[in-house]
């Protein structure tokens, strides 16, 4: 059975060009081009993935509301923002929502594309782990096959790419990771800002959880490590 994926798009002649496209893929599309419509899909049977336009007819953040509402139902739902604002704050809000990725219509066809299917392998890694062994780095615990990370005796709601992120630092402590080496850990082909904002986002959970959190390193000019 084909991938389901919920496109949210108040252009229609826009709209339906990607969703012609992205059908040609072999992905099911369904569309939709408000956020009402789309709160009743959601709610009715969620979808493997779900690519939002933020602002819908008159609700200029509409598509944030539909990626908390997603986000509430799902933790590891897959969701592009695909619009037409790309500005720094309009993208760390996105992220800091819980969304995978970020594209301005700008971009092409091919890299959407490209987006999704690497969202898709994220998930399918995520289901055919058969490794049941946890990561334990002092208060931390990452267990790869509930798709779980604690701090303590806290849970740490992470999103699919923020728990790679997590994953791809803690397998190797005190070991410096490039944005790069976190792109390609955490399955995504993002921007470098990108990846800065997620992890970010990740310092801000484990915070919410220990106010003490540092454990996450900025090595300027070079990475990223957990240290010991």
């Not at 799902?74 to 809000?93: E, N």
């Not at 915070?207 to 957990?226: A, C, L, M, P």
């Amino acid at each position: 059975m084909p991938k389901q994926i919920l496109l949210v798009e108040d252009e229609l002649i826009l709209c339906e060009n990607y969703a012609k496209t992205i059908r040609e893929h072999g992905y099911a599309v369904i569309t939709c081009h408000s956020k009402q419509g789309a709160l009743q899909i959601i709610n009715k049977r969620l979808p493997d993935l779900a690519i939002l336009d933020i602002g819908l007819g008159d609700e200029m953040e509409a598509g944030f509301d539909l990626c908390r509402e997603i986000r509430s139902l799902s933790a590891v739902l897959p969701i592009i923002f695909l619009t037409a604002r790309d500005s720094d704050v309009d993208t760390v809000s996105g992220l800091r929502l819980g969304a995978d990725d970020y594209l301005s219509k700008d971009t092409s066809i091919n890299n959407l594309l490209a987006r999704i299917a690497a969202l898709f392998r994220r998930i399918h890694a995520l289901e055919s782990n058969d490794d049941t062994e946890k990561i334990k780095r002092g208060k931390l615990t990452v267990d790869t096959s509930r798709f779980r990370v604690e701090w303590g005796e806290d849970a740490i709601d992470l999103s699919l790419t923020e728990f790679w992120i997590v994953h791809s630092l803690a397998k190797r402590i005190d070991h410096v990771k490039s944005k790069d080496q976190l792109m390609q850990d955490s399955k995504q082909v993002v921007a470098d800002n990108t990846i800065t904002s997620h992890l970010k986002r990740i310092r801000k959970k484990f915070k919410e959880s220990d106010k003490n959190f540092d454990q996450i390193e900025t090595v300027y000019g070079v990475g990223y490590r957990w240290r010991s």
